[in-house]
């Protein structure tokens, strides 16, 4: 019997066991429906219609829903200003089953239920901006916003890629400086200037940023703040192209700034969420059905706005219904807890770390948590304000930082398109030839005003680049910068403030002013020079035919004369092939002559010098080596005299008492300055070389030396004893018209005028475009050349204007010195010559004669050496006894020579 119900009691302990693991199972597994708690404020109820719909998502959709679990989304209000309220508030909430908290998005009632929910352990999920970060291990929060600090770091790139070197902060709380903290720590280079907005008039402070010229601005506000600032700044002028904003918030795409696009302002912000993505769009469309009342007639718009936190709620739903479809759900029991009991659950740790352990691709993009659970990698958009509303025009992410994706040509296109038809405000200076005032100006209105090479460019560049232009001429400098405040004044001064789009005229484009102004390329190129009177014209000089050889090659020429005068003389009267017989005819003649006297000498030596010649010839070698060499000199002297003269005839010399800056540098007596607060002031005075120092010193000895005007520095030139520095076109201007003045020297320097903008302007571009253009088509040169050369002279008469150069200059010794060694050296072997003619003949006369070479040599230097004796030498003919007997010869007679094949007596 016992044996036969042993299978029933087997089967009646395996449906026992059954029951109780089922009963176990349902005790400790999810329940069917878990409780989400939201917690709101008043300022955030549209919240409410996104967690709704989120909840309902996650139920009702098969790819979202979690197995077995329907989450029960439970809405509550929670004071704002009241943290003890709503920490009783919340405490009682928490005594039921929950599974996890949401919100709020009040920073004050945050912060207390995020204590509340780390002491009870209740998983708490956030979506706020947050700067207050708390370990891990002593919090249970998660914030799907992007951590404050990578936010900031975005900031940083975007600025650091604009390249500013200086901004304005406009922060509406505290907060917003913590918000830009890592731009602010990074910004070290970088002149910063913060200021509060006090609302909801802003003016003061914008004013304050309009006078302190900055164009870099960083908005940080409530984006329904934003329309109404900029509003603001907009009266006050601050809303044109040379401004740049940067906006904090991540919801430019719900604001509208259509009032903006037609002042062209560059307006940037980031974006987290991007409106147009279908994900976005069909969610956004399901929580605005949530608020239309059933039976109404309201219908959902076809721009649906969607803010950054509305995505962010949604995404925090998202995450944590994924979380529990990812874990084991049989593990998780939410239990009651209780504030004042100390009782927490404690299975809300592993869900807190599986959520942050789990990545999500949300309406704000990849969620993804770092080990502090704090949301680092994010992709945000950079947005700017154009024509056509928002448009991406880069990308952000931690790696790579702030990069640029828009097509360079089409941005081109934008800002020429931008610039066409719209008028720009010009300012100037009344400064010949570039801006002057018509003799009827009186009687005209507008531009028609005025005239001049500027008046000219600027309608070329604006009929080029497709723009309108009011000029308009103001009774100041172009600009310097004051030395103890370093405030701008003059033309820069209206640039920096933004009360003018473009300053024309003669403005020199130079490092100090590109700081604070833009410039475009240079329409004309320059440097500085020296203005000053032509001297006196002086009466012909009666001996100005000497003026071609310098005195001192006038004496060497005369001794030279003189040298070769006697030369040839000695030479002749010691050569013996010099005496002849006067009378060829006759071959027993008594006597030989010798032609070249002193007389003769100096005579054959000028007549060779002034080309006549004479009818006295040279014959012995000797002579004639001596005479070629004269000849030669000659040849040279006149032609170099001949050449010079011709010179000296055809240019007019008037000797200046400076002939360069160094000049006027090394002398006290000639006053000299340039226009106070100019570029050439400037250059003078920053200039480090000693020549250009020196000259800076003298002229800062006495204000005087310096002009307000160029016209005044003009009249000093030519009233006084005063040198003008001024730039190369106004002075070429100048001496076209005024014949009494001309430039002295070379260029101090080089460099250009342009076209002066406010910094960051975005017609710079387009017209230096224009003007590089213009010149290479050398309409810019025939323009200069029209109002430099054609226009205003008087009389119809014009200056011709040439550029420095060398005036015919006497020749010294150093040019001709070379014909003088020539000269000696012939000298020199006409003299070897004569001697070896004496030695030969002397010997050839002791062979006839049958006596010594010594005794005749002796006989005939004795005779030669004679400077005073004849010219004529008397001849004997030796007898038969003598030619045999040469001592009795000797003896007989010592004064004559035999004709023919005897000798003559020396």
């Known amino acids: 019997m016992p044996i036969k119900c042993l299978p029933a009691v087997k089967w009646s302990l395996f449906i026992i066991l059954g029951g109780l693991l089922m009963v176990m199972r349902a005790v400790s597994a999810l329940p069917d429906t878990a409780a989400v708690v939201g917690l709101f404020d008043d300022t955030n109820s549209d919240l409410k219609y996104v967690f709704d719909y989120a909840i309902s998502r996650v139920n009702d959709d ?18 704002s200003l009241d943290s003890f309220r709503a920490s009783k508030q ?27 929910c780390g002491a009870l352990q209740i998983p708490h999920i956030e979506a706020r901006w947050d700067f207050r970060l708390r370990p891990p291990n002593e919090s249970l929060s998660i914030n799907v916003y992007p951590d404050y600090r990578a936010l900031s770091k975005a900031y940083h790139d975007i600025v650091k890629l604009w390249q500013w070197n200086s901004f304005t902060v406009l922060y509406e709380t505290n907060e917003g400086i913590i918000k830009l903290q890592e731009l602010l720590k990074g ?3 970088m002149r910063i200037s913060l200021r509060q907005l006090k609302g909801p008039d802003y003016h003061d402070v914008l004013k304050d940023v309009r006078a302190s010229g900055e164009s870099h601005i960083i908005l940080d506000c409530a984006a329904h703040k934003v329309p ?6 907009q009266q006050l002028k601050l809303t044109s192209p040379y401004y740049q904003y940067l906006l904090t918030t991540l919801d430019i795409h719900t604001i509208d700034l259509s009032a903006f696009i037609h002042d062209h302002t560059n307006i940037t912000a980031f974006r987290l969420i991007d409106p147009n993505q279908a994900n976005v769009r069909n969610a956004a469309r399901g929580w605005t059905y949530a608020k239309i009342t059933p039976g109404s007639v309201a219908t959902v718009p076809d721009e649906l706005v969607i803010t950054t936190e509305q995505a962010l709620f949604y995404d925090g739903v998202m995450i944590l219904a994924k979380a529990l479809r990812n874990s084991d759900v049989s593990d998780l029991h939410p239990v009651r807890v209780s504030c004042e009991d100390d009782l927490s659950w404690a299975q809300g740790r ?15 993009g990849r969620l993804k ?36 994706t828009w097509n360079y040509t089409e941005h081109v296109m934008r800002v020429a398109a931008s610039i066409r038809n719209r008028t720009l405000r010009a300012i100037t200076v009344i400064e010949e030839p570039y801006v002057m005032l018509k003799e009827d100006f009186l009687h005209r209105i507008g531009n028609d005003r005025y005239e001049g090479y500027a008046v000219e460019l600027m309608d070329m560049i604006a009929l080029e680049v497709g723009f309108n232009y009011t000029l308009e001429h103001k009774d100041m400098s172009h600009g310097i910068p004051d030395p103890k405040t370093q405030e701008w004044s003059g033309l820069i001064r209206e640039l920096i403030d933004k009360r003018a789009d473009l300053a024309v005229g003669g403005i020199t484009i130079s490092y100090n002013r590109e700081q604070v102004v833009d410039f475009t390329k240079p329409f004309m190129h320059l440097g500085i020079s020296i203005l000053y009177r032509k001297p006196d014209k002086k009466p012909p000089d009666l001996f100005s035919f000497l003026h071609p050889l310098s005195p001192d090659v006038w004496m060497y020429m005369v001794t030279a004369y ?49 080309q006549q010649g004479s009818d006295i010839a040279p014959r012995a070698v000797s002579t004639r080596v001596a005479a070629g060499c004269w000849w030669f000199f000659t040849l040279i002297m006149i032609s170099s005299y001949t050449a010079n003269l011709a010179a000296f005839l055809t240019v007019e010399r008037m000797k200046l008492p400076i002939e360069s800056a160094e000049d006027l540098s090394k002398q006290t007596e000639i006053k000299y300055g340039c226009y106070y607060g100019g570029a050439t002031y400037n ?10 120092k020196r000259m800076w010193e003298f002229m800062s000895q006495d204000q005087a030396n310096f002009v307000k005007t160029g016209k005044a520095g003009i009249n000093r030139v030519k009233t006084e004893k005063y040198a003008y520095l001024m730039e190369t076109p106004s002075l070429e201007y100048t001496i076209y018209r005024d014949c009494d003045l001309t430039q002295i020297g070379s260029l101090l320097d080089s460099k250009g005028f342009g076209i002066a903008t406010p910094q960051n302007s975005p017609y710079r571009d387009e017209i230096s475009k224009a003007i590089l253009k213009l010149q290479e088509s050398s309409e810019l040169q025939v323009l200069k050349d029209r109002w430099w050369k054609e226009k205003n002279i008087k009389n119809g008469e014009k200056c011709e204007v040439s550029k420095p150069q060398d005036q015919a200059s006497e020749l010294g010794l150093a040019n001709v010195g070379g014909v003088f060694v020539i000269l000696l050296a012939g000298l020199a072997l006409s003299f070897a010559v004569a001697i070896l003619e004496f030695v030969w003949k002397a010997r050839k006369s002791a062979s006839n004669f049958r006596e010594p070479v010594s005794t005749e040599m002796l006989r005939a230097l004795r005779f030669a050496v004679r400077l005073h004796g004849s010219s004529k030498k008397p001849v004997v003919r030796p007898s038969q006894d003598t030619l045999e007997h040469p001592s009795n010869y000797e003896a007989s007679n010592s004064t004559t020579v035999p004709l023919g094949k005897g000798k003559y007596l020396m």
């Open 369 to 404: 948590f770092d080990e502090n659970r704090t949301r680092t990698d994010f992709h945000l958009d950079i947005v700017q304000i154009l024509a056509n509303g928002p448009q991406e025009v880069g990308t952000w992410n931690i790696t790579h930082g702030a990069l640029i």
């Open 90 to 116: 919340v405490c009682r909430i928490l005594h039921e089953q929950v599974l996890a908290v949401l919100g709020p998005q009040d920073v004050f009632a945050a912060h207390n239920i995020q204590s509340i």
């Open 62 to 79: 098969d790819r979202l829903r979690i197995s077995g679990t329907r989450l029960d989304g439970k809405k509550h209000d929670v004071p």
């Open 350 to 364: 592993s869900l807190i770390d599986q959520i942050a352990q789990t990545e999500l691709r949300g309406l704000s």
């Open 187 to 189: 910004a070290t280079k």
């Open 683 to 692: 250059f003078f005075k920053d200039s480090k070389l000693p020549i250009y």
């Open 228 to 233: 109404d600032i900029l509003r603001q700044a």
């Open 562 to 610: 003189v040298a070769v005068s006697i030369t040839i003389f000695v030479l002749a009267r010691f050569s013996p092939y010099e005496w002849y017989n006067p009378h060829p005819c006759n071959e027993d003649g008594d006597v030989v002559e010798n032609q070249f006297t002193i007389c003769n000498s100096l005579w054959f030596t000028v007549g060779s010098l002034m």
